[in-house]
């Protein structure tokens, strides 16, 4: 197997006292397509926003590419252009068009020359059937688009893995599929990605891993095929029940 991009070892978080996330421990491998799966409440979007520092952690240690990573705001700013996080709520600059939006972390933060970075945004959104919507505002797009321009924009900073938190949450049913068939691509390029998801199907078609979290805890780490053809806890074989899977 690659060598594991990611390690966590022993994670707690928690706000005052209560304990979000309990002596969470895993890997992720290169080209490893991991899904995260569990109950709303069960800690998903907390874990995943610690692996690029959007939470802080009480205990334990993460290490990324070989480094042990040392949290503070320094660490955090020079990694996330290593780690590419998409949101449920895109979080584009409604005052600037789609490609300024593209162009602006590429940059402002990795200070690649615009001549350089601009051509390669027209790539990427010609790639996902949006070129023609480079100069148009985010007010402009429907859901869908609007959240394939936010994956463009993590994929502009060539980052060496992506989470995904939900990014299909908010979309409207008919705008999911093309959203999701973007991720697909990814995965299909070998791209490193952890997906807290609701979309069943597409966590057993694409991912390699599911870890399921219940309350806090990771109670299987498991391949896709063995945890959706026998779930290995009643907590998960119930999940799957409430999801009609």
């Excluded at 334990?60 to 780690?83: D, H, S």
Aim: a neutral charge; one cysteine or more; glycine letters at 6%.
């Amino acid at each position: 197997m690659a060598e594991a991009l990611l390690s966590v070892r022993h994670l707690e978080k928690a706000y005052q006292k209560n304990v979000i996330l309990k002596d969470i421990s895993f890997d992720v491998h290169k080209g490893e397509v991991v899904a995260l799966l569990g109950r709303s409440g069960s800690g998903k979007s907390t874990l995943i926003r610690t692996l690029n520092g959007l939470e802080p952690f009480q205990k334990g240690e993460l290490t990324f590419a070989g480094q042990t990573i040392v949290p503070n705001a320094a660490t955090w700013l020079q990694l996330r252009q290593k780690i590419g996080m998409v949101f449920q709520s895109y979080d584009l600059f409604p005052n600037l068009t789609v490609l300024d939006n593209i162009c602006l972390a590429p940059t402002k933060v990795a200070k690649r020359p615009r001549a350089q970075v601009a051509p390669e945004a027209k790539e990427l959104l010609a790639s996902v059937g949006l070129a023609e919507f480079a100069q148009r505002y985010p007010r402009q797009l429907s859901g869908g688009q609007k959240q394939r321009v936010a994956i463009v924009r993590a994929l502009a900073m060539h980052p060496e893995m992506m989470l995904f938190d939900e990014v299909t949450a908010s979309l409207d049913p008919e705008m999911v599929r093309g959203v999701l068939d973007m991720m697909v691509d990814l995965a299909k390029q070998d791209m490193t990605m952890i997906v807290v998801t609701h979309e069943m199907n597409f966590a057993r078609q694409v991912a390699d891993r599911i870890l399921f979290l219940d309350d806090g805890l990771i109670t299987a780490d498991t391949t896709a095929e063995a945890f959706f053809t026998a779930p290995p806890t009643a907590s998960a074989k119930e999940f799957l029940a409430s999801m009609n899977f």
